[in-house]
């Protein structure tokens, strides 16, 4: 079966950290572009952060940039989010999703991915 599993999210307080982790499993993650989205109560889903499937071009919503980073591990299948400075607004569900051939137009397009997490709460208040 093929699937993403997120994890990491929890609840922190204003200015904390967490990092979230996603897993893919029966399939590999190295010819796959993968993002991050998150999705709060009313909300549509939007884009966070995006990793090239090599790890060398990574890109970021405005609303992240300088807070968070976005990394992978290939040879353990994995893909974080480094999460700093996190705010209340950061509150959401957050999804890991695998993409092939994406840039900067359509990584952060819903329709663009193959593959989706069922998601990971995080949220921060204090």
């Known amino acids: 079966q093929l699937q993403l599993v997120e994890s990491g999210g929890g609840s922190v307080q204003p200015g904390g950290s967490l990092r979230l982790s996603c897993a893919a499993s029966?399939?590999?993650?190295?010819?796959?572009?993968i993002s991050w989205f998150r999705q709060a109560p009313g909300e549509e889903r939007e884009g966070v952060s995006c990793i090239s499937s090599s790890g060398g071009s990574n890109m970021y919503a405005d609303a992240v940039k300088g807070r968070f980073t976005i990394s992978r591990d290939n040879a353990k299948n994995m893909v974080y989010l480094q999460m700093n400075s996190l705010k209340p607004e950061d509150t959401a569900v957050y999804y890991c999703?695998?993409?092939?051939?994406?840039?900067?137009?359509?990584?952060?397009?819903?329709?663009?991915?193959?593959?989706w997490g069922q998601g990971t709460q995080v949220t921060v208040s204090s």
């Open positions: 029966g399939f590999t993650l190295d010819y796959y572009d």
């Open positions: 999703a695998a993409g092939r051939h994406l840039d900067g137009s359509s990584w952060y397009l819903w329709g663009s991915y193959d593959y």
